[in-house]
């Protein structure tokens, strides 16, 4: 009786314990443990090293001549860029038959924004502030790139940028922390699923680790510098958000942090990825970062990379060779420890074993070219797209235009343009598969309006001897619709500007149609916030429509026709100049803000200390009435939790979305705080006439900061909470934490 008695209590006990306590590993997670440590008791010192590789592949997808022979001999973990069904299979069959212990090869990708069909760039996607846009986007994506046989993607990016002159700011979701961390959940989400070993899942990366956004001057591959504060505060929780998703896979960046590089930085990689975070899946370099720490000044040679990579906690090596080639000598010479080593390559097969790829190693290559670029993809893209764009002017009703319009005329470089819609990482993208801004709009107009189109000008270059054909189309035309901003070679990785002015003549262009006296409407086709004051300033209307995607052309028809009520906010700051760069909305209000008649607060003698355009801003076809502020409770405890809400209603005559946006300000704490921070978001649509009560909960949780003793704490004391459209028309209240 005892012993039926103790066994089944004892069951319970298991049972519990794995329900309640994550780190008790459930059978499977066992499971998998026992065959790493079965493989790794085979491996040789080779093969291990072989594992901690990933090597380039071509351009097109194809592998390269040496693969199959460093597979066969177990020395060639993972490649990047081998892409296509038939690519794959081949290598994956040398791996699972001609190799001694059949580890297959991991064949990862940059998915960024889609693999075939391409969606908006992903800082467009976070101007829809709708995380499941992105969830959708990287969904389809992922299985585009599944059934192509890649089976990681280096995606979601997930740096903070403040800074517009950096040309990755184009690549993540945008200033805020909040907001970035809601798309960091969405995007692994969308990859990876539940269970990454789902047929139409991948493995997501979470990069680069970290505040890679913060470089200085918005110089590519420059120095960031800042405290532990600010790096816990603004440039983390993307990544936290993303290893609670249960991201597999995190890539070290290229940036010197604080003196240490972030490929060879024991802090970041060790201390708080896998301390405080309990991150247990592999760390891959970026593009060559570990023996760029010897240009970084940190190691002295080839060895010293490696080593310090590797110690660190650096797993696998993209690209570079260094672990490969000098760990041997590193291991004998006892300056790398075999227990590193074993362990890198255990956090590795970790992930394959998770992503199934021992059972499933191979890819069905008749599924691959009738999955891509489906229709419902295309349409999925399109919808992405319509939700994407935000309206940054729209005096007297300019838009929407009419679709009956007798004449219109598409001028600018981007009006026609293939290439530059799908951005700089288009995945395996194809400039043909785009719709264009032209042939979206002559889809959309009655069969009598006549189009017309000039390109004008380049991106770049002098030259202006097309203006005398855009004007001359614009003078005969109902409406001239002008698309300028930046082709997709100007923005993404290398892709730094001193300015954030058009180039070329594009904005000659705009002047020169604008001279013409018939209503322009610019449509920006960017990747970055830049700076086009005179355009605000003297057109009648503006849409930021972003690098859209293969169906930006019919997105954008869709907006400025009028089928879709334009409903996106800037996910950052637009500067009304470079040299107000870095301008911010959560930044501390120093000792003396700005005062307009007062010389001495801080602002500029040359431009209003006021951005163009404040974080969150965006403009509806419709209006939108918020009121009525309530909070549930005049104080909270410090453990406590407060309801927030507001009424808001469509005061306008056409449906559509608004986005609420909650702020709050730590008005004295023990160090200074930002004037405010967003801390939730509701995207809401509403019928004309409508009217809808709002509801936030705002956890105390939400109101602690990182303080000079570097802990985590909720503090006593005042706080403001602000509701509004955007960062600056808000609706504020005060209440009061008390702690316990
Ligand atoms: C690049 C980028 C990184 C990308 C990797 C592979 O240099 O920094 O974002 O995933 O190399 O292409």
């Not at 891959?284 to 970084?296: A, F, G, P």
Request: with cysteine; glycine share 8%; aromatic share 8%.
């Amino acid at each position: 009786m005892r012993s039926v008695k103790f066994t089944w209590l004892l069951m319970i006990f298991v049972v519990l314990a794995a329900t309640l306590s994550p780190r008790v590993a459930t059978s499977s997670q066992s499971e998998t443990e026992k065959r790493i440590g079965a493989l790794l008791a085979r491996m040789t010192l080779a093969e291990k090293l072989g594992q901690l590789q990933q090597l380039d592949g071509e351009g097109n997808g194809t592998f390269r001549p040496e693969h199959p022979d460093l597979i066969r001999e177990g020395l060639l973990g993972s490649t990047l860029n081998v892409r296509g069904a038939k690519n794959t299979n081949q290598l994956q069959h040398v791996a699972m038959d001609e190799s001694r212990l059949k580890i297959p090869v991991l064949f990862g990708f940059d998915v960024i924004h889609g693999y075939r069909t391409i969606f908006p760039i992903p800082l467009a996607e976070a101007s829809s502030w709708d995380p499941a846009s992105a969830q959708r986007s990287t969904s389809i994506a992922a299985q585009e790139a599944r059934n192509s046989g890649v089976r990681w993607t280096f995606a979601p990016m997930l740096d903070i940028a403040r800074d517009p002159r950096w040309g990755r700011i184009t690549e993540g979701a945008g200033e805020d922390p909040f907001l970035g961390a809601a798309f960091a959940r969405a995007r692994v989400r969308g990859f990876q699923g539940t269970d990454y070993s789902a047929p139409d899942k991948i493995l997501a990366c979470a990069k680069h680790w970290v505040a890679y956004g913060a470089t200085e001057g918005g110089r590519d591959y420059n120095t960031t510098d800042m405290s532990e504060n600010t790096l816990r505060e603004i440039y983390f929780p993307p990544f936290k958000a993303a290893v609670d998703a249960g991201v597999g896979t995190v890539m070290s960046a290229f940036n010197d942090l604080n003196g240490v590089p972030t490929s060879a930085n024991p802090f970041t990689l060790t201390k708080v990825l896998r301390g405080e975070w309990k991150f247990d899946g592999f760390v891959v370099s970026d593009y060559t970062s570990v023996k760029e720490l010897i240009n970084h000044g940190l190691a002295a040679d080839d060895p010293d990379a490696a080593r310090l990579a590797l110690n660190a906690g650096v797993d696998m090596e993209m690209v570079s060779r260094l672990f490969n080639q000098r760990g041997p000598e590193l291991l004998k010479e006892g300056k790398i420890s075999q227990a590193t080593i074993d362990e890198a390559v255990r956090r590795i097969l970790r992930i394959k074993f998770r992503l199934g790829l021992f059972e499933h190693p191979y890819t069905d290559e008749a599924r691959e070219s009738s999955s891509l670029l489906t229709a419902s993809n295309r349409a999925a893209a399109r919808a992405i797209a319509d939700r994407s764009m935000v309206l940054l002017k729209n005096e007297r009703a300019a838009l929407p235009l009419s679709k009956a319009l007798h004449s219109i005329a598409v001028i600018g470089p981007l009006a026609d343009d293939h290439r530059s819609p799908l951005g700089w990482w288009s995945g395996d993208g194809k400039p043909e598969d785009t719709v264009t801004p032209l042939t979206g709009i002559r889809a959309k107009v009655s069969p009598a309006t006549k189009v017309s189109y000039a390109k004008g000008c380049d991106t770049q270059g002098d030259s202006t001897e097309g203006f005398a054909e855009a004007v001359a189309i614009a003078r005969d035309s109902d409406v001239a619709i002008v698309f300028v901003g930046e082709s997709a070679e100007m923005v993404g990785e290398a892709a730094s500007k001193s300015s954030l002015d058009l180039t070329g003549r594009q904005m000659d262009l705009v002047k020169a149609v604008h001279a013409t006296g018939k209503p322009t409407i610019v449509v920006l086709i960017n990747g970055r916030p830049l700076t086009v004051g005179w355009i605000v300033e003297n057109t009648p209307a503006v849409l930021e429509a972003w690098m859209g995607g293969t169906e930006a052309g019919n997105a954008i028809a869709d907006v400025l026709f009028g089928d879709v009520n334009p409903s996106g906010k800037l996910p950052v700051t637009w500067p009304r100049t470079v040299g107000q760069v870095p301008i911010y909305y959560n930044h501390m209000n120093t000792g003396r803000p700005p005062e307009a008649n007062n010389r001495y607060t801080s602002k500029y003698l040359d431009v209003p200390w006021t951005p163009l355009f404040p974080f969150g801003y965006g403009l509806s076809y419709t209006q939108f009435k918020i009121s009525n502020l309530q909070l549930s409770a005049p104080r909270i405890s410090s453990a406590g939790k407060l309801m927030v809400s507001v009424d808001v209603e469509n005061v306008g005559r056409r449906a559509g979305d608004e986005v609420v946006q909650l702020y709050i300000h730590d008005v004295a704490a023990s160090m200074t705080r930002p004037v405010k921070e967003l801390k939730g978001f509701q995207r809401i649509t509403l019928a004309a006439g409508e009217k809808k009560r709002v509801d936030f909960t705002l956890e105390a949780e939400q109101l602690g900061f990182w303080n000079r003793e570097m802990r985590f704490a909720v503090e006593s004391g005042e706080f403001k909470v602000m509701v509004g459209p955007n960062s600056e028309e808000l609706l504020e209240a005060t209440f009061t934490i008390e702690n316990q």
